[in-house]
Every structure is written in C-alpha cells, then in structure tokens.
C-alpha cells in the first residue's frame, strides 16, 4: 500500500530538487522517522555518503535504493547535495551519483587512502551521446568527459543500471570493478493495489519524458496522427514534455514540434513535477504506453523505466526492438521501427481493450 510517510519526505525533497538547497536533513527526518531494529551493544552501523550529480534521475538511482536501505539499521546514509568534507571523513562509503565537481577526485584520493570505498554512478553513457542529442556540443566542449574519465579511474568502481551500458564501460575502463543495480520502483512511493484507471480521456497513447527524446518522438508521431484519423476518440498524453523543442541560432530562435501533423486539441500535457506519487496519477490515464527509441550506442545502452512505469499501473508497452526492452516478455516490441508495425500494433491495443 502507498506510504504516507514516504510520500512526505519525498515531497519535502522534490520541492527543493531545483533550488539549490541541499536535502541532507530532509533525508535525515526520513531516516529518524522509520521503526527500525536496534542493534546490538557494540556493533556499528556502515556509513554511506551519497553525493547527488544528476538530479533529474535521482528517483532511481538514490531515493529507490537508499530510502529502502535506511530501513535496514546495519546502515548508516546521508544524502548530499554538496561537497562537505565532514561528510566525506565521516563515511564508510562514498556514492557519487555522476557526480562531478573540481575538488571531487583529490577528495577521493584521501577517502581511498584512508581506507574508504568510493563507487561513480550512472545510468547513461554520456560518452556516446549521438551527433543530434541537444546536449552533445555543450558536453562535448566542456572537461566533463576528461573529468569523468579521471573520477572513475580513480575510484576503480562503479555501478550501472544495465547490463548493456557495463559492457560499453568495462571497455573503457577495463580495470574498474562494474557492478549492474538496475533500476526498480517501491511500490510504497508509486501506487496502491487498489488504483484503478480512470476513462476520461477516450482512448489514450502516452508517453512520459523529457525534451532530448526529439527524435525518438518523431519515429512514432506519424502513426499516432494516422491513427487519429480513424479513431475518433484517440488522444496523445505527454508528461513533462509536450513536444516542443526550442532552440537559438543567433538573434533568431526556433521551434519545432516532434508531434507536427497531431491536432493540439488531441493532445493532453502534464507538466511540472516528477515526483513518482504524483506522476503515477497522470500515467493512470495512459491506455497503451509507448517507448520509440532511435538505434545508436546511447539509446541501446538505456534503462527500461518507461516499461517499469507504465507497467506499474497495468498499462501495456509498445517499444523499439533495442537492448533496455528486450528482456521483458511483455512488452510489444517493434523491429526496426517499422513504421507498418507500430500501426498495427498500436492499432490492434485500440480497438481490442482485452489485449
């Protein structure tokens, strides 16, 4: 069943995930709210430091993990926007969540020579981002590459949400111990076994993400505005992103619309949060969830949260045939990204619900 309690500090934390302020105590009250075993005499509990890189993933790779080990009181964590020595002295353990900062690898020099265990996260091979992903040229022409490269040799471990995304790392750094933690939802932050969908909408495609799947929009969009033509009550849901991509050149700036050719007033767009009780209320609109992925390196070496999500509030999966899907049995998958096979496929969820 959904968890209050855990909800609350979630929701504390997520109001201040873009400002700047750090969620050390919020987790801490986290932490000091749970009825945990108590230890016997003597025995001390391991620290964990984690320091938070990539807020926009931090469901997954820290609170998921982290708020479910707190439970456990052979642990110890603190959750850290910023980089405090004190904390750094203080830990058993330093997770870097990709993160990355001047002072970051001196800083883990003196943990591993005193003995620490330090572990770089990521759940994304920013080093094979493709030639039209937005943020290649700003990344590519920063040290974030360079610094990367130099925090991980160093720390000589780290973990990755996929099989796939170790294998493309293992080559890079064929000295680093690579250990694969996928990603999971709790159950207690996402959904009660009593949630039932809800049909306002008609019969509802959605999707949920952010503005650098583009191009991966573009694949499907087509067959969805096809779709419309015939199903009258066909609608298209977006969370967090509405398919519009705006950039500069120069004086002038422009925009572009991955879903050109759907009606606006076809389209239904949830914005502003992504916190996981509040986005699983928009995703309970959804009917058929679709997961279009383009193929290179970046993409095949991605997670399969859009599956996890849908799947948690029993909405089936159309995907790209590619690495992060083909594991799970139930997902439709599209080879090649047919363009007659997304039709068919998404064609056949429509007019059969039992499916």
């Known amino acids: 069943m959904m968890s209050d309690k855990s909800n609350q500090y979630l929701t504390a934390i997520y109001n201040k995930k873009w ?16 009825d945990r075993e108590v230890l016997s005499e003597g025995y001390e509990p391991k620290k964990i430091l984690v320091l ?12 998921t993990p982290f708020m479910e080990l707190a439970k456990d009181p052979r642990f110890d964590i603190r959750i850290s926007t910023t980089l405090n020595p004190d904390n750094i002295e203080w830990a058993d353990i330093i997770y870097l969540q990709r993160f990355i900062n001047k002072d970051i690898n001196n800083e883990v020099k003196k943990a591993i020579d005193k003995g620490k265990r330090v572990l770089y996260d990521t759940d994304d091979y920013i080093h094979g981002l493709p030639i039209r992903h937005p943020n290649k040229r700003e990344i590519d022409n920063s040290s974030c590459l360079t610094d ?40 207690e932050d996402w959904l009660s076994p009593m949630d039932v969908k809800k049909e306002v909408f008609g019969t509802v495609i959605g999707w949920a993400g952010g503005a650098t ?28 992103y509405n398919g519009i991509e705006r950039g500069r050149q120069g004086a002038m700036t422009w925009y572009r ?36 992925l383009e193929f290179n390196e970046f993409n095949k070496a991605k997670s399969n949260v859009k599956y996890i999500e849908y799947s948690s509030t029993f909405t089936p999966t159309v995907a790209t ?15 090649n990204n047919r363009y007659d096979k997304w039709h068919t496929t998404l064609r056949d969820l429509i007019m059969h619900k039992d499916l």
């Open 321 to 335: 045939d590619i690495e992060p899907y083909q594991k799970d049995l139930s997902i439709a998958k599209i080879k």
């Open 19 to 34: 400002t700047g302020l750090d969620w050390q105590n919020d987790f801490q009250e986290y932490c000091d709210s749970l």
């Open 213 to 240: 799947h583009f191009y991966d929009l573009q694949i499907v969009a087509p067959v969805i505005q096809e779709l419309m033509e015939e199903f009258d009550d066909l609608k298209m849901l977006t969370v967090n």
């Open 148 to 187: 990367t490269d130099e925090l991980i040799k160093t720390c000589g471990e780290m973990t990755v949400s996929m099989p796939y995304l170790k294998e493309l790392y293992q080559k890079k750094y064929p000295k680093a111990k690579i250990h694969v933690l996928q990603n999971y939802l709790r159950t």
């Open 52 to 63: 938070v890189g990539v807020i926009a993933v931090a469901y997954w790779r820290i609170f």
């Open 257 to 292: 619309d991955a879903f050109e050719g759907i009606p606006h007033e076809r389209r239904i767009e949830f914005t502003g949060t992504d916190h996981p009780n509040i986005l699983r209320k928009y995703q309970k609109f959804i009917d058929v969830g679709i997961a279009p």
